[in-house]
T-cell receptor
Framework: GQSLEQPSEVTAVEGAIVQINCTYQTSGFYGLSWYQQHDGGAPTFLSYNALDGLEETGRFSSFLSRSDSYGYLLLQELQMKDSASYFCAVRDWRGATNKLIFGTGTLLAVQP | DAGVIQSPRHEVTEMGQEVTLRCKPISGHDYLFWYRQTMMRGLELLIYFNNNVPIDDSGMPEDRFSAKMPNASFSTLKIQPSEPRDSAVYFC?????????????FGSGTRLTVV
């Protein structure tokens, strides 16, 4: 089966850098995804790492180490609008299934 | 593109009543997923379809839940009879193919309250 672990809450100040970690256990690994969800809103896709290393998209970067079963989301130049929940997710690929399993999410609070 | 469209946005119903949630995926997307989100259990996958065919319904809680996808542009999730513990936000999502590079696109969700 799958399990993902993330910190439940992270607090940072505007303009700072914050890192949200995710460790996973999965029987078959096909990449790590990150989603953002504002309160009352829909999850929105941020990034996907299939291979080891850092992927950068603007202020957000995502890192993966398959040997460590570990990844993180890095948010730079934090803005108030970055206050949201962030979820890591892995694909569950057993047999013919193809579905994303989400972590419990990390609530990021950005303070002025 | 209007994105994934769900209706209704909010639904309040009495225990024992039938509830039907609706979803229109993004045109051209061949995968459709139904997720449920609660504080206790987070985002749980209920069922997903590929080319309108149900592939995995192992997340459906019990026989009270059923889902259909009669065509590529419409899916329903039905709960009959509803119970208070079904109160949650139900999300529909769609994706193109099996590649995760572009992720799932989620709808705005239906907030269901069963009293």
């Amino acid at each position: 089966g799958q399990s993902l672990e993330q910190p439940s809450e992270v607090t940072a100040v505007e303009g700072a850098i914050v890192q949200i970690n995710c460790t996973y256990q999965t029987s078959g690994f096909y990449g790590l995804s990150w989603y953002q969800q504002h309160d009352g809103g829909a999850p929105t896709f941020l990034s996907y790492n299939a291979l080891d290393g850092l992927e950068e998209t603007g202020r957000f970067s995502s890192f993966l180490s398959r040997s460590d079963s570990y990844g993180y989301l890095l948010l730079q130049e934090l803005q108030m609008k970055d206050s949201a929940s962030y979820f890591c997710a892995v694909r569950d690929w057993r047999g013919a299934t193809n579905k994303l399993i989400f972590g419990t999410g990390t609530l990021l609070a950005v303070q002025p | 593109d209007a994105g994934v469209i769900q209706s209704p946005r909010h639904e309040v119903t009495e225990m024992g009543q039938e509830v039907t949630l609706r979803c229109k995926p993004i045109s051209g997307h061949d995968y459709l997923f139904w997720y449920r989100q609660t504080m206790m259990r987070g985002l749980e996958l209920l069922i997903y379809f590929n080319n309108n065919v149900p592939i995995d319904d192992s997340g459906m809680p019990e026989d009270r839940f059923s889902a259909k996808m009669p065509n590529a542009s419409f899916s329903t999730l039905k709960i009959q009879p509803s119970e208070p513990r079904d109160s949650a936000v139900y999300f529909c999502a769609s994706s193109l193919g099996e590649q995760l590079d572009y992720g799932y696109t989620f709808g705005s969700g239906t907030r269901l309250t069963v009293v």
